[in-house]
C-alpha cells in the first residue's frame, strides 16, 4: 500500500517539476524531494527516468481525457459550443497559473521527441486519441450546417490542436491571453457557415 502512494506522490509531484523544470530539467533528486519520499522510492517504481515521464505523460493526459468529458460529451450543447467549452475550461486553467504553465503534451513534443523514442511514441498515440473526440465534434457541427463541410473533419481536427498548441506556447512567451483570444477568434470565423449562429 505505501509503494503505491509513494509510486503516485512521485508521478504528482513529477508533474510539477516537469511544469516548471522541462523533462530534461527535472532532476530525479528534484523529483523525490517534491514528493517528499526517499530517494530509492524513484527506482522501486520506475526503472528509469524515461518510463517516469512516459507515466506522467499518461497521468496527465488522463485529466486531459476528464476535460474532453466535461465538455466535448455534452450533448446538450451544440458542437460550437462544446468547443468553446473545452476552451473555456483550458483557459480557466492557464490563468490561474499566470499563464506561465502550458500543456505538458506540447512541452514533451518540443523537448524531448528528438532523444526520446519512448515518449515520442506515446505521444503518437496521445495526439490519436486526443484527436478522435474533436473530429467527432466537427463532423457532427459540420452535419447540422453549423461549420463549413470543406474540409475533413479529422483534417479540422489536425489544424485546430495543432494551432491550439501554438498559440499556448505564444501565450507563455507574452504571458498573454492574447494568443489564445487571437485563435479562438480565427478558428471559428474560419469553419462557421455564413449565417451560422456564433
Same mark, same amino acid.
Given at each position: ?8 506522490a ?18 530525479v533528486?528534484?523529483?523525490?524531494a ?14 528509469s527516468?524515461?518510463?517516469?515521464? &512516459?507515466?506522467?505523460?499518461d497521468? %496527465?493526459?488522463d485529466?486531459v481525457?476528464?476535460? !474532453?468529458? $466535461?465538455?466535448?460529451?455534452? =450533448? @446538450?450543447?451544440?458542437? &460550437?459550443?462544446?468547443l468553446?467549452? %473545452?476552451?473555456d475550461?483550458?483557459?480557466?486553467r !492557464?490563468? $490561474?497559473?499566470?499563464?506561465? =504553465? @502550458?500543456?505538458?503534451i ?7 521527441t528528438q ?5 515520442r ?22 452535419a ?24 499556448i ?14 485563435f479562438?477568434?480565427i ?10 449562429s456564433?
Amino acid at each position: 500500500m505505501a509503494r503505491h502512494s509513494n509510486k503516485q506522490a512521485l508521478l504528482d509531484a513529477g508533474l510539477r517539476v516537469m511544469f516548471k523544470q522541462g523533462f530534461v530539467g527535472a532532476a530525479v533528486r528534484d523529483v523525490v524531494a517534491a514528493a517528499g519520499v526517499p530517494h530509492g522510492s524513484f527506482t522501486n517504481h520506475f526503472p528509469s527516468k524515461e518510463q517516469f515521464g &512516459r507515466e506522467v505523460l499518461d497521468q %496527465y493526459f488522463d485529466h486531459v481525457r476528464q476535460l !474532453l468529458g $466535461a465538455s466535448l460529451e455534452d =450533448r @446538450g450543447l451544440s458542437p &460550437r459550443a462544446r468547443l468553446e467549452r %473545452y476552451l473555456d475550461l483550458i483557459v480557466e486553467r !492557464l490563468r $490561474a497559473d499566470g499563464f506561465e =504553465r @502550458g500543456c505538458l503534451i506540447g512541452d514533451l513534443s518540443i523537448e524531448v521527441t528528438q532523444t526520446s523514442d519512448l515518449i515520442r511514441e506515446r505521444l503518437q498515440v496521445v495526439f490519436r486519441q486526443w484527436l478522435q473526440p474533436f473530429a467527432e465534434c466537427l463532423a457532427e457541427g459540420q452535419a447540422l450546417g453549423e461549420f463549413d463541410a470543406r474540409f475533413d473533419a479529422r483534417e479540422l481536427a489536425e489544424y485546430f490542436l495543432a494551432s491550439w498548441e501554438g498559440a499556448i506556447l505564444r501565450m507563455k512567451v507574452e504571458r498573454s491571453i492574447a494568443p489564445l483570444d487571437r485563435f479562438r477568434t480565427i478558428f471559428f470565423s474560419t469553419i462557421s457557415n455564413s449565417g451560422a449562429s456564433t
